[in-house]
Structure formats: C-alpha cells, structure tokens
C-alpha cells in the first residue's frame, strides 16, 4: 500500500519536474514586462465643465440652477483611457477650484451660452490652465464648438468678434493651412490617407451659427500670437471660418467641430458615422488624453472617487431625436453673484 503511493508520488514529482522544465525555456520571454515610461501619468482624470440648462430645451428639468454635460463628451474621454469629473460650473468657486485641482486636463463642451457667470468660469478656467501650465504642469485643454468661440472672446478680449455663419446640422471637410506642420497638434495620429480625406470628404460635424473668419482671426493680435491656424472650413453658404487651432506655446487645442458626435450622437441627421469619421473621433480623444497622460497631478484617491462621473447618472432621450442621445443632469446651488477664481 505504501510502495504504491511512494510510487504515485514519484510520478507526480517527475511530471511537475518535467513541466517546470518546460516552463522555464521561454521563461525569458513571457514573465516580464517592461518598465512603463515614468514621465507619464497612467491614470488621467479629465474635467468636464458643464453647461447651463437641461441640455433637453426644458424636458429634463426647468430648474433655474440646473446644468448638463452630454454624455458624449464623456464617452469620448472615457473611450481614450481617462476617467471623468463633472466641473459643475454654478458651483461656489472654491469648490469649482478644489475639482480643479483634481484633474489631469480640461474640456470645454458645445452650447449656446456666451455671457454671465458660465463665460467668467470658461475664462477664470482658462486663466487656471495658463497658470498651471506656466507652473510646470503639462494641463491640457481641448474646447470643442462654443468652447472654441468662447476662447475666441476670451483670448481676443473682445466680447463681439465672432460673426454669423450657417453651419447648423452640417458635416464639412477640413481645409488644412498652406505649409502647416501637423506634428504635435491633434492630427498627429491621423494616418496619411486619412489627413488627405479630411480635406475632400465630410468627415467633421459642425452644429453652429457663429464663428471667427481667418481674416478676422489674423487681424487680431492676441488671437493670433496665442494660436496658430490649423484647418479652415466652408459654411452652407461658401463662407469661410477658422475650425481648428493649435496654442504653440500651451497645450490648448481649440475646434469649431465635434469631433466627440461622429461616435456617440445619432440624433443630428447630419452627423458622419463611417470608418474613417469613426476614426476621427477616437484620433482626436487618443490625442487628447496623451496630453493629459503628461500631467503629474496626482489627487488623493478618495477625493477622486468622491468626485468621478460614475457618481452621476445620465439620461436617456435619444427618443425625442434632434438633441443629444444621453445627458447628464446636475441641479447645484448657484454660486454667489460676483465670481472670483
Ligand atoms: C418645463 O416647462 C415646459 C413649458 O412649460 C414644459 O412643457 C415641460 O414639461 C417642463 N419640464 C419639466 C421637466 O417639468
């Protein structure tokens, strides 16, 4: 009986011996990973600013104090390896300011609101991404359609420079600038054919009515030392805007275009949903989020999962058609009447 297990012992030793054998040829190649690049930051946080109203002409919410994010944005960031905090933006400003201070970049969505306390906090935000870039954080921003026309404002300094264009539920193609070097701007990704599509093909939404004309654009000091002209697009009626530019000394990327709709909106009839649109959106998120990969701000844990979207729950309206497929609501307390950040 004894014999017999020693022997069964034995065989069981000589198989595993024979396995760990086995196992230990390629020993080398499989059971080690590389180091990751320690000048980057692997667990991004973006800040998300949100906008006023229900994002739903009233069918969500009346409250005065409420404000939205589309989902989309979220999905966009979240597609590129990022997590989300919601900056509410009729928070009182020290909360504002501590959600700030939880992040790793910042988007500024689509809307329609250009005055009162949402244009203080885009500016009093875009002061913090200067400063905390000036400080030595890479803090990038990316401001998407009345983001971009409130950057136009801020950055002009004048309240009345953008004009009137009809590109309301428009796909249009990007028109790249003469000799422009797409190295480190958010076409980087693009692969070659693709760049070359962009500019023949509607691969980009618009859903605007204002704009900045590049004539325009030039003649203004500020706006043209700070950005640099990437791409221009055409109206319904031929007319030209400026879509895309590129802060040559900050991390601050600036679109007319919705480069978050062509993967996550289906509302707008317009709106490109092909291989190469597709890729559109997840180049400019990969893009986007690399950025903030560069950024060292690093938040108690806590205070991050205290703050995170996924505290928040979106709302589905897809059904009513026109608008956005998924909103986020938030009804917070209004911020006192003089702003400060
Ligand atoms: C908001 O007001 C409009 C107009 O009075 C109304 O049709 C709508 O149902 C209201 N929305 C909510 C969520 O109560």
């Not at 003469?178 to 692969?191: H, S």
């Given at each position: 009986m004894w014999n017999y297990i020693w022997i069964l012992f034995l065989i069981y030793l000589l198989i595993e011996i024979s396995f760990a054998k086995a196992a230990s040829v390629d020993d080398g190649l499989t059971s080690t990973c590389p180091a990751l690049d320690p000048r980057l930051n692997y667990r991004p946080i973006i800040g998300i600013l949100s906008h006023p109203g229900d994002g739903a002409s009233g069918q969500l919410s009346n409250a005065t104090d409420a404000s939205y994010i589309a989902a989309s944005y979220v999905k966009f960031v979240e597609s590129a390896g990022a997590r989300v905090i919601p900056l509410i933006y009729n928070e009182p400003p020290e909360v504002l300011q501590s959600k700030l201070n939880l992040v790793n970049g910042v988007l500024f969505t689509g809307g329609w609101s250009k005055a009162g306390l949402y244009f203080d906090v885009v500016e009093g935000i875009f002061n913090q991404v200067l400063k905390k870039n000036d400080a030595g954080d890479h803090f990038p921003l990316l401001a998407i359609c009345l983001g971009f026309e409130l950057l136009t404002m801020v950055i002009s300094k004048n309240n009345n420079i953008l004009e009137a264009f009809s590109a309301s539920n428009q796909a249009s193609t990007l028109q790249f600038m003469?000799?422009?070097?797409?190295?480190?701007?958010?076409?980087?990704?693009?692969?070659p054919e693709l760049i070359a599509k962009l500019s023949t093909e509607c691969l980009v939404m618009q859903n605007h009515k204002f704009g900045i004309s590049p004539e325009t654009f030039q003649g203004n000091m500020e706006l043209c030392s700070f950005f640099k002209i990437l791409t221009t697009s055409r109206d319904e009626n031929n007319k030209v805007y400026v879509s895309t530019v590129q802060s040559e000394s900050y991390p601050v990327t600036a679109v007319q275009w919705h480069p978050e709709k062509n993967a996550f909106e289906w509302g707008l009839s317009m709106i490109p949903h092909s291989d190469d649109a597709i890729q559109v959106t997840q180049h400019v998120a990969n893009f986007f989020v690399s950025e903030a990969r560069k950024s060292f701000n690093n938040p108690p844990a806590k205070e991050v999962l205290d703050n995170v979207i996924y505290n928040y729950s979106p709302t589905y309206r897809g059904k009513e058609g026109k608008g956005y497929d998924e909103v986020y609501i938030f009804t917070e307390k209004a911020a006192p009447f003089h702003y400060k950040m």
């Open positions: 003469k000799n422009v070097n797409i190295e480190g701007t958010l076409f980087q990704r693009f692969a």
